[in-house]
């Protein structure tokens, strides 16, 4: 896949594969590429631009027709062409390469590029820079240069909101991309986002297994209501009836994430049901909870949880939930404010 560029023939990178996983959900990831048979990505003179190149910025162009993940990763060849040698894309971009879970993100989002403090300064509005003495640290997925996974987060503290940053920790860990102790030591600098990364180290818990998850233990956690995350659950036999996402602590309340395939898969809904039958009959309530509840129906979760514990529910005790998801991406208040930040146009706008 050729690439036009002002700064002339550069050295012939190797060719990729990509992959188009779907990305229709906050959480999913994207499928990394491996080294294989893609065309030919090497940048060339401006004259091969015409009407089959799409222009990303002065001088830099791609062949036109690519989409989704195909697009994604043309456009960083493209910009990685150009760039000085000390530079590591960043931030939400090298998550989305490490394959972390991910809020949604504007259509518009820029590509954050890390690079030295020496190094030439070139202003393109589909980057976003940041520049330290030191030349960042670097690994290559694909010919392309990421900040290592600790790194990136560490970006990503400097721009996102509370419950956004969680969820990429949370992820983070769970997949093992990186350990918390890491983490910790990157926290205990005064280096920019590291106050932001010490307030989250204090709400993750690795054993999320999704982005939803994590939302709803926030949603319990944030709310002043204890849950344990990923609980085996045995009878009064000690036979095994499932792991539960969430056990409201000092109940036998469960309170579990049902993503769209429990109600699609009519296997997976007759399997849920024995499981529910199981669980009852063993003396558990269990409570399925939707993507669209999370976000829009928290008072209802919240007075589940509290009445397992026999607390009564006001008003007021779903706000500090409601406080963190308004600031988050998951919301179009919160992606509002990361637009204006990021100098983007929100979406639909």
Known sequence: MPVSTIDGPQPERKPLVLHRPARSQPGASVRLASIGNMPDVTPSPTRRRGTRWTSLGYGVAIPSGLDGDDLWWAELAAWSAIQPASYAFTGLTAARAHELWLPPLPIHLPHF???????????RPALRVTRARQAPAKVTINGIAFSPVPEALLACARDLSLLDLVVLIDSALH????????????????????????????????RAESAWETLLRLLHTSCGIAVTPQVDLHDADGRFLGRADLLVDGSFTLQEYDGAHHFRDRGQYSRDRRRDSRLGTSGYVRHGWSAHELLHDG????????SALG????????????????RSLFTP?????????????????
Do not use: Y
């Open 311 to 326: 607390q009564p529910i006001g008003v007021q005790d779903i706000r500090p939930w409601f406080d963190l998801l308004n």
């Open 299 to 306: 008072w209802l979760i919240l007075k589940e949880a509290r």
């Open 333 to 349: 208040s919160g992606t509002a404010l990361a637009c204006a930040r990021w100098q983007i146009t929100p979406d639909g706008q």
């Open 175 to 206: 997949l093992e991309k990186c350990s918390l102790e890491e983490l910790q030591t990157l926290a205990r600098t005064s280096r920019p986002g590291s106050r932001s990364l010490r307030e989250g180290l204090r709400w993750v818990d690795g």
């Open 113 to 123: 590029v890390a690079m030295q403090e020496s190094s030439a300064r070139r202003r």
